[in-house]
């Protein structure tokens, strides 16, 4: 590990001196992707400086206690030895989570897909609740929301959304949302006071770059009609709306919240994208839906990932049996908690996969 480690320095003290060079700055798109490699390399390498400033600690606190015979000496250098120690033991753990394999797409932006699932139109408002407290999270994180195809019912519910959330490290954190969300509430629909149990699923997927999928326009569909359902005074006056089908795949996208026909494509062209990117990789990435299952649970649409029982105010995540006691401020965005204890989970996975 630390021959790694001294490796990893030496590139990013090259890289430091590169970035710096008239000449490479002078070609951005170099400088860009040595600067992009320079951060990533960058918190590695000041955990490392520690480390090794604590290792010559430990050395300094060994030599005075071979050497001095000074009682107080003696004394502060037993303390200075425990205390580098501790910390070396510390700063292993971490440099160990830092060298894990990154996934690819946790810097990425997300596209998310909320869709209501048994329970009729309860089902329907606990989606727009899930819609809400993701809108939420993000504005908590300075992330922004883009929405892309919004199917709500006369009460407010949603029946099916596609929405952007662009910021950094937005995949990385929202990535354990996949999966089935189920409420146990009693419904505003309902007469007798009964807790009725409904569910929503939701989908997270990467956006895909122009390097990560390749699309042939000749492979699709596109079909434009005019837009329903709530909206402006656009709505049902002009063909707005816009469907994408990719044929090889059957992969259909929608889009019409946008005024304007080529704003709904641009938008439509990018789920299709990050939904063939997904395609592709769970179809012929062995390693990748091995990969999937391993971040705490496979993130399978179906997979019953998290429960938010109102009556006794919590929220329980299935996948590392933990339950929260604010459900209310869950629901407002506060999910940094179980998002945490989700990465904490993985990494602990990923080492003891690697120790073995």
Same mark, same amino acid.
């Given at each position: ?57 430990? @050395? ?21 030895? $425990? ?8 700063? $292993? ?5 830092? &060298? ?25 408002l606990f989606g727009y609740d899930l819609l809400r407290m993701y809108m939420r999270f993000?504005?908590?994180?300075h992330w922004k929301v883009e929405e892309i195809d919004m199917n709500y019912t006369d009460? /407010? ?11 950094? /490290? ?21 007469? *007798? ?11 997270? &997927? ?54 304007? +026909? ?8 990018k789920v299709l994208k990050s939904r063939l990117l997904d395609y592709y990789q769970s +179809? ?13 649970? $496979? ?12 009556? *006794? ?13 604010? &459900? ?8 940094? +908690? ?7 989970? @993985? ?10």
């Open positions: 590990m630390f021959a790694r480690l001294q490796s990893m320095k030496e590139r990013f003290e090259e890289l430091t001196k590169e970035i710096g060079d008239p000449s490479v700055i002078a070609d951005q798109a170099k400088w860009q992707k040595l600067c992009k490699e320079h951060s990533q390399l960058e918190e590695i390498v000041e955990k490392y400086d520690q480390y090794q400033a604590k290792q010559q600690d430990l @050395e300094e606190a060994k030599e005075i206690l071979a050497t001095e015979k000074d009682p107080e000496l003696l004394e502060l250098a037993k303390e200075q030895l $425990s205390d580098a120690q501790k910390s070396m033991d510390e700063l $292993s753990e971490e440099l160990k989570v830092l &060298l894990l394999p990154k996934d690819p797409n946790d810097d990425k932006n997300v596209i998310m897909e909320i869709r209501a699932g048994t329970g009729g139109e309860e089902a329907s993000a504005e908590r994180q009460l /407010g519910g949603v029946k099916e959304c596609v929405f952007m959330i662009s910021g950094k /490290g937005a995949y990385s954190k929202l990535k354990f949302e996949s999966g089935a969300h189920r409420v146990q509430r009693v419904p505003e629909t309902e007469s *007798q006071g009964r807790i009725h149990t409904s569910a929503a699923t939701v989908a997270v &997927l990467p956006e895909a770059e122009d390097v990560d999928v390749e699309l042939n326009m000749n492979d699709v569909k596109v079909d434009t009609y005019r837009a329903g359902g709530a909206g402006g005074q656009y709505v049902n006056r002009t063909d707005s709306a816009v469907r994408m089908t990719h044929i090889p795949t059957g992969i259909v996208v929608t889009c019409q919240d946008e005024k304007s +026909q080529l704003k709904n494509k641009e938008k439509a062209i +179809q012929a990435n062995a390693e990748y839906a091995a990969s999937r299952k391993s971040q705490v649970g $496979s993130g399978d649409r179906s997979e019953r990932i998290r429960t938010y029982n109102f009556p *006794q105010g919590r929220v329980t995540d299935h996948r590392i049996n933990m339950t929260l006691y604010n &459900l209310e401020a869950f629901l407002d965005g506060d999910m940094m +908690q179980i998002i945490d204890a989700l990465r904490l989970a @993985e990494q602990t996975a990923l080492l003891a996969g690697e120790k073995q």
